[in-house]
């Protein structure tokens, strides 16, 4: 599905192309205000953004200039009102798809919408190549549409100009690589190489060797020099996933890093000067692990700089849907055949309470995609949608006809709480009749 950003300081203007956008089959966001419309477009993902000329604080050729100094890869069409052609013309030359005069016909909108996809798509084969070349991290949309999440991009938006040390921190599964990344790409360091190390997953012999580097000869199998991680990243932004499971040994090095900006090879005498912005991660109480004395209290203090939560999917189920939306969308990409998830789809996966969170919520539905036969997934689709509960189900597991039944009462008792107890919005909601509603509840025993 398209994203669009829609940047506008008339209320009656976001409502009306929202819903327009909308029921065209666009994903629209949108936003007041230059300023934080700039902050978002550069830590989010969008493919289109429809910007007004003329707006207090920060005007629609500013917004332009400076998203386009960030390297914002977004199509910009801009809007003027009468006497805004020259701005939306000047904009156009530095770099704006098109503009659309106001007031405008809602089909001219559509048009000029549909006209920027087709753009894009006629490059998409020079872009896939491009992709595969890349060895940059893969960029993923910040979906924010929980208060917590926007909470986490207000962060993102003050310190990604800074050196500063950021820790963050959620279960496994939240999405902190992704808040990471898009600190990077928001840094001035984003040209620069972003390298992620996943502290947990090198074991702890080669650990060392991996994140620093060695010498020829510094230990039995070191034919050759070997640069490390660290100077990898040199000029640009080092990520430590799992910092908690970094050795105590290694916690040492990794502070003079952050410190004097050195870094030595195993094996060698020399030490050599490093240029990074060190980003990281952790599920684990970090203050509970320096109280055990698993963790250096000097380390901890000196990545615990700026803080950034992200709290398990459960505790923000606001953003489930839009999440959902966003996997399908990848998903038509990858397969090259529409995915597409039906409101009760939608309704039945809020209703989860996603143990793994957004990684968990992301595997079930690209597994009912390779499953499954057609192009909208139903609740029945996603039903059996983990593995780990495959193999705990016992040997009399449920019949498909029960799955089935179990999905849509999960479904339909989602809907209604959403719908406070309206059944008419409820059933709006779940794509089905007034009627239809009424008797399923009455066979399923939803009250």
Same mark, same amino acid.
């Given at each position: 599905m398209t +994203?669009?950003?829609?940047?506008?300081?008339?209320? #009656?203007?976001?409502?009306?192309?929202?819903?327009?956008?909308? &029921?065209?089959?666009?994903?629209?966001?949108?936003?007041? &205000?230059?300023?934080?419309?700039?902050?978002?477009?550069?830590?989010?993902? *969008?493919?289109?953004?429809?910007?007004?000329?003329?707006?207090?604080?920060l005007d629609g050729l500013e917004f332009l200039r400076a998203y386009q100094a960030r390297g914002g890869q977004a199509l910009v069409i801009m809007m003027s009102a009468y006497g805004g052609e020259e701005?939306?013309?000047?904009?156009?030359?530095?770099? !704006?798809?098109?503009?659309?005069?106001?007031? *405008?016909?809602? &089909?001219?909108?559509?048009?000029?919408?549909?006209?920027?996809?087709?753009?894009?798509?006629?490059?998409?084969t020079i872009a896939t190549l491009k992709a595969q070349l890349d060895t940059g991290p893969e960029r993923r949309a910040v979906v924010a549409e929980s208060a917590a999440m926007k909470a986490a991009l207000e962060i993102v938006g003050r310190v990604a100009a800074h050196k500063t040390t950021v820790l963050i921190t959620g279960e496994s599964g939240t999405g902190k690589e992704v808040i990471a990344q898009a600190v990077h790409r928001a840094s001035p360091r984003s040209s620069a190489p972003f390298v992620a190390i996943n502290c947990a997953a090198i074991p702890d012999a080669l650990l060392e060797s991996e994140v620093f580097g060695h010498v020829r000869g510094a230990f039995t199998g070191a034919s050759s020099d070997k640069v490390g991680l660290v100077e990898q990243a040199d000029g640009g932004t080092l990520f430590l996933d799992e910092i908690g499971e970094l050795p105590l040994a290694l916690q040492v090095k990794l502070l003079r890093v952050l410190q004097e900006g050195e870094v030595r090879r195993v094996g060698d005498h020399r030490v050599r000067r490093v240029d990074v912005r060190?980003?990281? !991660?952790?599920?684990?109480?970090?203050?509970?692990e320096v109280a055990a004395g698993r963790f250096r209290d000097d380390l901890f203090y000196r990545l615990n700089v700026v803080a950034v939560h992200l709290p398990p999917l459960a505790e923000r189920p606001a953003d489930i849907a839009p999440l959902a939306r966003h996997v399908a969308a990848q998903l038509t990409r990858r *397969?090259?055949?529409?995915?597409? %998830?039906?409101?009760?789809?939608? /309704?039945?996966? $809020?209703?989860?309470?996603?143990?793994?969170?957004?990684?968990?919520?992301?595997?079930?539905?690209?597994? !009912?995609?390779?499953?499954?036969?057609?192009?909208?997934? $139903?609740?029945?689709? %996603?039903?059996? +949608?983990?593995?780990? &509960?495959? /193999?705990?189900?016992?040997?009399?597991?449920?019949?498909?006809?029960?799955?089935?039944?179990?999905?849509?009462?999960?479904?339909?008792?989602?809907?209604?709480? !959403?719908?406070? #107890?309206? +059944?008419?919005?409820?059933? /709006?909601?779940?794509?089905?009749?007034?009627?239809?509603? *009424?008797?399923?509840?009455?066979?399923?025993?939803?009250?």
């Open positions: +994203r669009v950003l829609v940047v506008d300081d008339e209320p #009656g203007l976001r409502q009306s192309l929202g819903l327009l956008l909308a &029921d065209a089959g666009y994903e629209i966001l949108a936003e007041s &205000d230059g300023r934080r419309a700039l902050e978002r477009a550069t830590v989010e993902l *969008f493919d289109i953004i429809l910007c007004d000329v003329r707006m207090p604080e701005a939306a013309l000047a904009a156009m030359k530095e770099g !704006a798809y098109d503009y659309l005069p106001k007031p *405008f016909r809602p &089909d001219e909108v559509v048009l000029t919408l549909r006209k920027a996809e087709e753009r894009e798509r006629l490059g998409n060190v980003l990281a !991660a952790t599920a684990r109480d970090l203050a509970a *397969f090259g055949r529409p995915v597409t %998830l039906s409101p009760a789809a939608l /309704a039945w996966l $809020e209703a989860q309470p996603w143990p793994g969170n957004v990684r968990e919520l992301a595997h079930a539905i690209e597994r !009912a995609a390779v499953l499954g036969d057609r192009e909208m997934l $139903e609740p029945a689709d %996603l039903a059996s +949608r983990s593995t780990r &509960d495959a /193999a705990e189900r016992p040997a009399t597991a449920v019949s498909l006809r029960e799955a089935v039944e179990a999905a849509e009462r999960d479904a339909i008792r989602a809907a209604l709480t !959403a719908a406070s #107890g309206n +059944r008419r919005a409820a059933a /709006a909601q779940l794509g089905v009749s007034l009627r239809t509603l *009424f008797y399923k509840m009455e066979r399923l025993g939803v009250e």
